[in-house]
């Protein structure tokens, strides 16, 4: 059984230069498509119940793209509302139950991680699941990874993989946070103490668009150049 979708649509994408002067950064166009259409169709492929975006900056250009698709979409304002905050915001669209959320400014080659995610996904042992990359795979992106994954499949902060802003995540410690705004890093520190933040690793490889060479590394990867 699937979940509903978060698309995390709301940043300025200051990092992506001339590219978002007119627009926001998941309309940016890799092999021909917006950043986002690639998240919708990935999305798409494990059939949710809803997909809901939150937007920000320059919202009625993703309002008029999204709203033909049937998705729903959520305007923040006057301020960003960070991750945590903006899924919390979104609750009453979403439902009470778990859900997916997805950065929208990546690209995958290999299988579907949603529907990877969900093959693994133990609601009695997990909190939360997320995808995360081997360093090797992941392309655009230095570092050594933010967490550890155990034999169990348990995280622990430090070297080993990166996340790739795919994850399904229970919302009930959402309500305790008093910040209006705040980053999905304070639930995952108390899912982390209680041994219930879960991770698998992706078979395939993954390029975050987070600044405009990543566009053309994107492409490569989608034409299986590099």
Same mark, same amino acid.
């Given at each position: 059984m699937s979940m509903p979708v978060m698309l995390f649509a709301a940043g300025f994408g200051t990092r992506m230069k001339h590219l978002t002067a007119d627009r926001p950064k998941p309309m940016v166009e890799v092999a021909g498509r917006p950043l986002i259409d690639h998240a919708i169709s990935l999305?798409?492929?494990? %059939? @949710? @119940?809803s997909i809901v975006a939150n937007l920000h900056y320059l919202p009625d250009i993703l309002q008029q793209h999204l709203h033909p698709k049937g998705i729903q979409t959520i305007v923040e304002t006057p301020d960003i509302l960070e991750t945590g905050g903006g899924l919390r915001n979104a609750l009453p669209v979403l439902g009470a139950g778990p859900v997916f959320t997805m950065n929208t400014d990546a690209i995958w080659n290999g299988p579907n991680p949603l529907n990877m995610l969900l093959n693994a996904w133990d609601p009695d042992r997990m909190d939360a699941l997320l995808m995360g990359i081997p360093p090797e795979n992941a392309l655009e992106h230095s570092g050594a990874g933010d967490f550890t994954i155990d034999d169990d499949g348990r995280l622990s902060r430090g070297p080993g993989v990166v996340y790739g802003g795919v994850q399904i995540i229970k919302t009930d410690l959402l309500s305790a946070v %008093?910040?209006? %705004?705040f980053s999905l890093n304070l639930i995952w520190d108390q899912m982390l103490a209680n041994g219930k933040l879960h991770g698998i690793e992706y078979s395939g490889r993954w390029c975050d668009v987070g600044h405009p060479d990543g566009v053309k590394t994107a492409e490569a990867l989608l034409a299986n150049n590099v």
């Open positions: 999305a798409d492929g494990i %059939s @949710p @119940p %008093s910040e209006r %705004s």
